[in-house]
């Protein structure tokens, strides 16, 4: 079921996407920079019965704005085993301990040495266009995106009929635009997810565990959004990650 968010006043009733064992920990699968959870639904189906399963939107703003808003609406409900699009990923790193027993974190930029410095360039261009201009061309970019990884079609058509507005996207990409970082926990258990196709995170186990030594990496079949394309492999390997964590 979809939740309607009324960020204006931080409040926002959690998303319940498959139903699972009490007794195990649940799971929330926080999105990419799209900020829109509908990309986590083929994962959550595949879980079904194994755990609960919590979507969540990304609250607009930077990744410590955002995680101050979740942290609230999630109280109740935590603590989480974390799956995460690649800047849900940052987001998840300023959630506070208490809700997250551990982070999986499929292509989320390790360093802001990492960062592509050709589309950090174009950030700071698009964030001094009009409105006007740069929802639509996301809008084109985003739906090229989709198609070229394989996303389902339905799918597709559902997450572009949401819009988008350059304030939502640029206050994203704000603290990376401007050499900003949010630090991981360092004795959070983490796993690091590559996409063996995904040319957005093309960095090496080396090249994470240089800033991240203490995190396990794995590289699982598909691209930026296995948990769309790819959700088997995926599951698969978070069981195992999760049962070590919780052992």
Known sequence: RDVACDWSSDVCSSDLRSGGPLDLPPVLCLPGVLGDALVFEPFAELMAGRRRVFLADLPPGDPWRSAAILARRLEATGPFHVVTGSFGGLVCHKLPAHLVLSGAHV????????????QILKGRALRKLPAALVEPLYARHLRDSLNEEGLPAELIERVLARERSKEELIGRLQCLLDDEFPERPEDRPTLWILGENDEQAPWSTPEV?????????ARLPGGHRPYATQPGPLMAR??????????
């Open 107 to 118: 292509a989320t930029l390790p360093s802001l040495e990492q960062r592509n410095q050709l």
């Open 209 to 217: 565990h240089a800033h991240h030594p203490n995190a396990q990496v």
């Open 238 to 247: 978070l069981e195992e990650f999760w049962a070590q964590v919780e052992a």
